[in-house]
């Protein structure tokens, strides 16, 4: 790759874990990428797919299929349950605002921990395990790196109470599929919202298509009919600023 005329690099997407950061940075061309773009429709996605399990759409949607009217006692409600974010930037911030609007006790986990109104307490990530422990609700919205890379793995998700509900709208590599499989099939999850795999498109013969308490979208999350705006005015202010 020869890019010696190139002076500024603006990445759509938020995630720098597809480009040769390396290279960038020893050729001085600046580089930005879409932070909070896409916080928006993945906050509103986070929080409709958690909705779905506590009210178990999918029930109601196949007896309406079946013209069926049959009621069910097992819903539950979002108001009052605890919900840690992990991963404290643009998407997880706009999650934190959702939930606590629903009347939710929102903390967070992140490598860089501080003070913000949108969470009760931001601890910092080697306190994860005990944050995991107290959480009905968990959303990753972290970057994949190497220090997060299975991070939610068989001793993290052994942590979570029981019937606790996981959203991934961050990078499949952060949870061990093997281990949530394993987790899931036990019954120890309440269920899961997943929209990013570690291998995509996600293998039809996986187990979690069959999982009746597991939400799949095909790396979706991001869509939102704000995007177009949104991404206009950060290249123009980027390159306003170059």
Same mark, same amino acid.
């Given at each position: 790759m020869n890019l010696s005329n190139?002076?500024?690099f603006q990445l759509t997407s938020a995630g720098f874990d597809r480009i040769d950061v390396n290279y960038i940075n020893a050729n001085g061309i600046t580089m930005?990428?879409?932070?909070?773009?896409?916080?928006?429709?993945?906050?509103?996605?986070?929080?409709?797919?958690?909705?779905?399990?506590?009210?178990?759409?999918?029930?109601?949607?196949?007896?309406?299929?079946k013209?069926?009217?049959?009621?069910?006692? !097992?819903?539950?409600? +979002?108001? %009052?349950?605890?919900v840690c974010i992990v991963g404290c930037g643009n998407v997880g911030t706009e999650c934190a605002k959702r939930f606590k609007a629903f009347g939710c006790n929102v903390y967070g986990v992140d490598l860089y921990p501080?003070?913000?109104?949108?969470y009760s307490v931001i601890y910092p990530l080697q306190d994860l395990k005990s944050a995991l422990s107290n959480a009905s609700v968990v959303v990753l919205t972290l970057p994949l790196t190497e220090e997060s890379r299975h991070i939610i793995n068989a001793e993290a998700l052994s942590a979570l109470p029981d019937g606790a509900i996981l959203v991934n709208i961050a990078r499949g590599g952060v949870v061990d599929t093997g281990a949530l499989i394993d987790?899931? !099939?036990?019954?120890? +999850?309440? %269920?899961?919202?997943?929209?990013?795999?570690?291998?995509?498109?996600?293998?039809?013969?996986s187990p979690l298509w069959?999982?009746?308490?597991?939400?799949?979208?095909?790396?979706?999350?991001?869509?939102?009919?704000?995007?177009?705006?949104?991404?206009?005015?950060?290249?123009?202010?980027?390159?306003?600023g170059n």
């Open positions: 190139l002076k500024l930005h990428n879409a932070r909070g773009v896409y916080s928006v429709p993945m906050a509103e996605y986070a929080l409709c797919g958690v909705l779905q399990l506590l009210k178990n759409t999918r029930f109601f949607d196949e007896n309406q299929k013209r069926e009217w049959v009621k069910n006692r !097992s819903v539950l409600e +979002l108001c %009052g349950k605890s501080r003070q913000d109104e949108g987790v899931l !099939s036990a019954g120890k +999850l309440g %269920g899961a919202v997943l929209d990013v795999f570690e291998e995509e498109p996600l293998s039809e013969d069959g999982m009746d308490n597991v939400i799949i979208t095909p790396h979706n999350s991001f869509v939102g009919d704000g995007n177009a705006q949104r991404l206009a005015h950060i290249i123009m202010t980027n390159l306003r």
